[in-house]
């Protein structure tokens, strides 16, 4: 399965200690006690548990949260029940605050319930495993891969075997990271109880006040970062550059609020200025884990519902990277988003699409 609910685990690392960690997981289950039954709940738990648990203490804990979303709607629990039980869930064991939980809930439910009612094997000790393997949560009844990688093939008959190398220095630009945030205001709250910030609020302390270029608190880029380092780029280096290589994450930050639309107008204007400031230049790029919607969403073929797949994705990518790729790379960009080029003789250039593997990616 590879669909990715990032919310199915906001709540996975909830857990409080009070006066030793037996009592924090039995704090947890409490509180899921409450949840379930509608009581009154207690304003967020997040923020004195962490550092207290242990690895050990810290992965039950996480099975006991798992096991209740699972269980709830196994239960027969509609759409609107899950989205009001994971919505309080997220108050309650996260600092995201109310207005992030309901965005983060509104736009991770359909995944969540996919994967709840499609992944029948789905476990509490497989999620945390996957998920937290930081804290070395194990399964036990996980299976170990092995691939069994081919010889190399010989063709004494290709060009590409045949042409003896020339090696020289290549001059490359490597943009990574980006996230671009094009609702970043100068002088705002660098410092919030929000996941993603420099964007509103007075500041009250002066080192608290958000960049002219950016800032080191928990804030993306503004834009005109991204049009001062073209501008750079086109004036001093573009002469020299052989090739400008652009390893993902367009995207913002402030996942509860994007939608397809949005991802797709940031990803087509972030391309269109990487062409135009690097006409006559090869460009090869990949894809960040938050060019998806919701985030770190990469849906198997298997997936065809159109709510849920991220085939648009893909096909977005080819239309974007095909003013630098042959030809022949459409038909792997689309499929997963990878491609393999050969750029001169000896020297091949392989974009993987790593995002697959990623353990938020489930």
């Not at 996480?62 to 029940?81: F, L, N, P, T, Y």
């Not at 190399?152 to 075997?161: C, L, R």
Request: proline share 5%; net charge neutral; hydrophobic share 35%.
């Amino acid at each position: 399965m590879q669909v990715i609910a990032p919310f199915l685990f906001l709540a996975l690392c909830a857990t409080i200690a009070i006066c030793s960690e037996n009592d924090g997981l039995e704090r947890v289950r409490d509180t899921l006690k409450q949840l379930e039954v509608g009581e009154k709940l207690p304003r967020s738990i997040y923020k004195d548990t962490i550092a207290k648990l242990s690895n050990e203490k810290f992965c039950q804990a996480c099975h006991e949260v798992v096991k209740a979303i699972i269980k709830q709607r196994k239960m027969g629990s509609s759409k609107d029940s899950m989205n009001d039980f994971l919505r309080k869930m997220c108050n309650l064991y996260t600092e995201y605050g109310t207005t992030a939980c309901k965005g983060y809930t509104e736009i991770n439910l359909d995944v969540i319930l996919y994967i709840i009612d499609n992944k029948h094997d789905l476990t509490p000790e497989r999620v945390c495993a996957i998920f937290h393997q930081a804290k070395k949560c194990v399964d036990p009844k996980a299976k170990k891969w092995i691939i069994d990688i081919p010889p190399a093939s010989h063709n004494e008959n290709s060009d590409e075997q045949n042409e003896v190398p020339i090696y020289k220095i290549w001059n490359v630009l490597q943009i990574t990271d980006v996230h671009y945030d094009p609702l970043y205001k100068e002088n705002t709250q660098s410092v919030c109880n929000k996941p993603l910030c420099c964007q509103d609020g007075t500041p009250t302390k002066p080192e608290e006040a958000a960049g002219k270029w950016g800032d080191y608190h928990v804030c993306d880029s503004p834009p005109r970062l991204f049009s001062s380092l073209y501008e750079r780029v086109k004036s001093k280096h573009l002469d020299s550059l052989d090739a400008v290589y652009f390893t993902g994450d367009i995207i913002s930050h402030k996942s509860w609020s994007t939608s397809k639309a949005s991802n797709i107008a940031d990803i087509k204007g972030f391309y269109k200025a990487l062409y135009d400031t690097f006409k006559g230049k090869g460009v090869f790029p990949i894809l960040g884990n938050h060019e998806g919607h919701p985030v770190d969403c990469l849906s198997p073929e298997s997936v065809t519902d159109s709510n849920l797949s991220t085939k648009w994705l893909f096909e977005e990518a080819w239309n974007a990277w095909s003013k630098w790729l042959p030809g022949g790379a459409e038909k792997t960009v689309k499929h997963a988003g990878y491609y393999s080029v050969l750029v001169k003789p000896g020297f091949r250039i392989i974009g993987i699409n790593s995002n697959f593997c990623f353990v938020h990616n489930l």
